[in-house]
């Protein structure tokens, strides 16, 4: 990574760059968007300013439509260098959806999109080279961020900023939450991509506890590793649970634990400096190990924990929300018995756990700088792109064309296999609407999914770190900490190393990055706070 940075330099050299990036103070002056929430579609399951999404039973039978007036970005295509998830969809000549999206638009939207695993390889030698597209996607691991936007890309605080978003009545639908990663390098450098704050859940199988009779509101610790222990079955090769780290998570939001940094008084924490909230955790991690609960292979094994949740070796996983309705969709098809719900942490001893926050925004989409006319233009065809849910955008950016990648099931849009390819478009990685619940094919996962986040909200703890930029976190953080979890953690789980050896790790990371990034969100934080 530190090569990729050196790499861009010149870029960022050639385009003004010329020193320093603007002071973190100058953050504390940017003014965010003003908040306009969409009114035109009344949810069926209210949303709340706390952070639970709206829920809705079915989509409208006349959506509304989001560009009345006609296609709003008419002139010159636009060309987006975004990540996706998916397989790359059927180019333009062979993609209903796509065609008809540009027709809405005004203009044909030109995607670059990259495999997310290569993404920020290409991302960084496409700054490096200078040719950028029209919009990139910046991920927030990007290296040299303040300089590198100020340098190359368009600060839209003068278009967006306070009462200037109401031109664009979809991005002023954004949560406020979600614009405030935008901030930096003194201006405001992106649009949002909204996620739920609610994060992830410990969802659990609960066909499989009904049928077991268990009951999946554990009031404690204790509770919970009985209740581990009575879903599994290791002799045949059932387990409670398939990732260690992702149980650790919530045992430590049991106990109170940092969602990552805490803060208090502008001096912030690391998680694993807690030592003794840390200690209680993992002593319970090995009580779940010794008890043959998680699974044996789960400390090695990369990348099967949605199958084993799906096909039943393990009853509980610790997943993203958007998972929800993945599992439903997937697994359903070849068992209608698979039914999921999710729980929330109860506290270590008893009384209220804690959730973690996720992020509100994936990423942010930065627009190369340009004429005025020419970012009026984008960010009109972005502002359709975040057309919310009821609206007749929604429906074909999410679902496609009727006829020909769903059907409708009541006003409901019941996708099949080319829907799905074809909606592959990774538009939700340029920008999107804020997040709703809504499955189409079932009404009670929308009831469980509302009931779970109220829980969820009422207990949320939030990452201080959030919105705030560290280059050591950007550059080495991760990996650090990666070494970290899969070293000493794991190994004192499992009973192989000892307490000593984490004290240790803790210590070589303050020492080599975590004092500096310590400094670094402290700064900051107080750029903003004073």
């Not at 062979?94 to 008809?100: F, Y």
């Amino acid at each position: 990574m530190a090569g990729i940075a050196a790499a861009a330099a010149p870029a960022l050299a050639a385009c003004g760059d010329g020193g320093a990036a603007p002071s973190v103070a100058e953050n504390a002056d940017v003014r965010l968007p003003d908040y306009v929430p969409y009114q035109r579609v009344r949810p069926d399951l209210p949303g709340t300013e706390a952070g639970v999404l709206s829920g809705y039973y079915h989509y409208p039978e006349h959506p509304v439509p989001a560009a009345p007036d006609g296609p709003p970005a008419k002139g010159p295509s636009i060309n987006v260098m975004t990540l996706t998830y998916s397989a790359v969809p059927p180019p333009v000549s062979k993609n209903p959806m796509w065609q008809r999206l540009n027709k809405e638009l005004g203009t044909s939207l030109e995607f670059e999109d990259t495999p997310v695993g290569d993404y920020p390889v290409k991302f960084a030698l496409t700054v490096a080279g200078g040719d950028l597209p029209d919009a990139m996607l910046v991920l927030p691991t990007a290296p040299r961020q303040p300089a590198m936007l100020n340098a190359l890309f368009e600060d839209l605080s003068p278009y967006l900023s306070g009462s200037g978003v109401r031109t664009y009545p979809f991005l002023a639908n954004l949560p406020t939450s979600s614009w405030s990663p935008m901030v930096i390098a003194g201006g405001l450098y992106g649009l949002p991509m909204p996620r739920a704050n609610s994060g992830s859940a410990m969802f659990y199988r609960s066909d499989i506890f009904r049928k077991k009779g268990l009951d999946p509101a554990p009031k404690s610790f204790k509770e919970y590793l009985k209740l581990c222990k009575d879903v599994a079955d290791p002799k045949n090769a059932k387990y409670a649970n398939g990732d260690p780290t992702v149980t650790l998570y919530f045992l430590l939001e049991m106990l109170g634990g940092a969602n990552t940094w805490t803060q208090e008084g502008g001096r912030f924490t690391w998680w694993l400096e807690q030592a003794d909230i840390l200690r209680e955790a993992l002593d319970g991690m090995r009580q779940l190990v010794k008890a043959h609960t998680i699974h044996p292979d789960g400390f090695t094994t990369i990348g099967k924990f949605k199958d084993w949740f799906g096909n039943g070796h393990i009853a509980m996983n610790y997943d993203g929300l958007s998972a929800w309705n993945q599992y439903l969709s997937q697994y359903r098809a070849t068992d209608p018995r698979f039914d999921v719900d999710a729980m929330v942490a109860p506290g270590f001893g008893g009384g209220k756990g804690t959730h973690w926050a996720g992020h509100t925004s994936f990423a942010m989409l930065s627009l190369k700088k340009a004429p005025r006319e020419r970012i009026e233009q984008q960010l009109r065809a972005f502002n359709l792109l975040a057309a919310p849910f009821g609206t007749d955008n929604y429906l074909l950016r999410k679902y496609g064309v009727q006829g020909h990648d769903f059907a409708l099931k009541r006003s409901d849009p019941i996708q099949n296999p080319i829907g799905v390819t074809d909606t592959g478009l990774p538009t939700g990685f340029v920008t999107d609407a804020p997040q709703s619940i809504y499955y189409p094919q079932a009404t009670e996962p929308v009831r469980r999914q509302h009931a779970f986040q109220q829980r969820a909200v009422d207990i949320l703890v939030t990452d201080p770190s959030y919105g705030l930029y560290s280059e050591t976190n950007t550059t080495a953080g991760t990996t650090i900490q990666q070494n970290i979890i899969e070293g000493p953690l794991k190994g004192y789980m499992r009973g192989t190393s000892d307490w000593n050896a984490i004290e240790d790790a803790v210590k070589g990371w303050r020492k080599d990055v975590g004092d500096k990034m310590r400094a670094e969100f402290e700064h900051a934080w107080e750029g903003l706070h004073t």
